[in-house]
C-alpha cells in the first residue's frame, strides 16, 4: 500500500525566512504534485512533477523530486503572510492501469507564517 | 474556462438518511475523482469514473457509491448516514489519460455534510 508522508505537520515561520517541507513516499510513482489550501476552502493546484530530477517554481515557492530517493520538497523563499496555507503533497500511482485517477495524499503541512 | 462545481455546498442529515452529492466537471475533462477530507483521516480517495465506467475505487463501504453521466457530470450517494460521514466531499476533474497517464487533478470547493 502507497504511504505518502509530510514533515513538519505544523510549521511556524516568521516573514523573510526559508524553510523547506518534505514528502516521503513509499512506491515508485510516475506523478507527484502540491497543492494548496487556505482555511475552508478547495485544494489549488501548485506544481506537478514528472520525472527524477524536476523542479519547479513559482513566485518564492519551489518544488523538486527525487525519485530514486523517494522525495519531494517544497521550499519557500522570504516567506510572507500571504503563503499561509495547509501544503499537500500527493502521489500518483499507476500500477498496470489500476490506478487511474487515484491521489494518496500526505497528512499536510500547515504553514503560518508570522510578522 | 470555468472550474468544477459542486453542489450543494453544504448539507445537513440525521443518521439513517441518504444524501446525494453533485459535480460537474471542467468542460472537456472526462475523470471525475472523489475523495473524503476529514480531521482525522486526512483526504481519501473514494472512486473515481471516467466515460461513466468507475475505473478505481478507494477503501469505503458500500454504503458509499456513485455514477457518471453522459455529459461527464458525476453523483455520489451516500446511504444510511453515519455520524462519521460528516467531512467535506471533494471532487476533482482531469482529462483522463489513457495509458496510464494521469494529469493535475482540478478540485471543486467541496460539500460540506454534517450528520447529526
Known amino acids: 500500500e502507497l504511504k505518502v508522508e509530510q514533515n513538519p505537520l505544523f510549521l511556524s515561520m516568521q516573514e523573510g525566512k526559508n524553510y523547506t517541507i518534505y514528502c516521503n513516499y513509499s512506491?515508485?510513482?510516475?506523478?507527484l504534485y502540491w497543492y494548496r489550501q487556505d482555511p475552508g476552502k478547495s485544494l489549488e493546484s501548485l506544481f506537478v512533477?514528472?520525472?527524477?530530477?524536476a523542479v519547479k517554481q513559482e513566485g518564492r515557492l519551489m518544488a523538486s523530486l527525487d525519485t530514486k530517493a523517494r522525495l519531494s520538497t517544497l521550499h519557500i523563499t522570504a516567506a510572507v503572510h500571504d503563503l499561509s496555507a495547509t501544503y499537500f503533497c500527493?502521489?500518483?500511482?499507476?500500477?498496470?492501469?489500476?490506478?487511474?485517477?487515484?491521489?494518496?495524499f500526505g497528512q499536510g503541512t500547515i504553514l503560518t507564517v508570522h510578522p | 474556462k470555468a472550474g468544477v462545481t459542486q453542489t450543494p455546498r453544504y448539507l445537513i442529515k440525521t443518521r439513517g438518511q441518504q444524501v446525494t452529492l453533485s459535480c460537474s466537471p471542467i468542460?472537456?475533462?472526462?475523470?471525475v475523482s472523489w475523495y473524503q477530507q476529514t480531521p482525522g483521516q486526512g483526504l481519501q480517495f473514494l472512486f473515481e469514473?471516467?466515460?461513466?465506467?468507475?475505473?478505481n475505487k478507494g477503501n469505503f463501504p458500500g454504503r458509499f457509491s456513485g455514477r457518471q453521466f453522459s455529459n461527464s457530470r458525476s453523483e455520489m450517494n451516500v446511504s444510511t448516514l453515519e455520524l462519521g460521514d460528516s467531512a467535506l466531499y471533494l471532487c476533482?476533474?482531469?482529462?483522463?489519460?489513457?495509458?496510464?497517464?494521469?494529469?493535475?487533478?482540478?478540485f471543486g470547493p467541496g460539500t460540506r455534510l454534517l450528520v447529526l
Open positions: 476533482a476533474s482531469s482529462l483522463g489519460g489513457v495509458g496510464g497517464y494521469q494529469e493535475t487533478q482540478y
Open positions: 512506491t515508485t510513482s510516475d506523478r
Open positions: 512533477l514528472l520525472s527524477n530530477g
Open positions: 500527493a502521489v500518483g500511482f499507476n500500477a498496470g492501469g489500476t490506478s487511474y485517477g487515484k491521489l494518496t
Open positions: 469514473y471516467f466515460s461513466e465506467t468507475q475505473r
Open positions: 468542460s472537456g475533462h472526462r475523470s
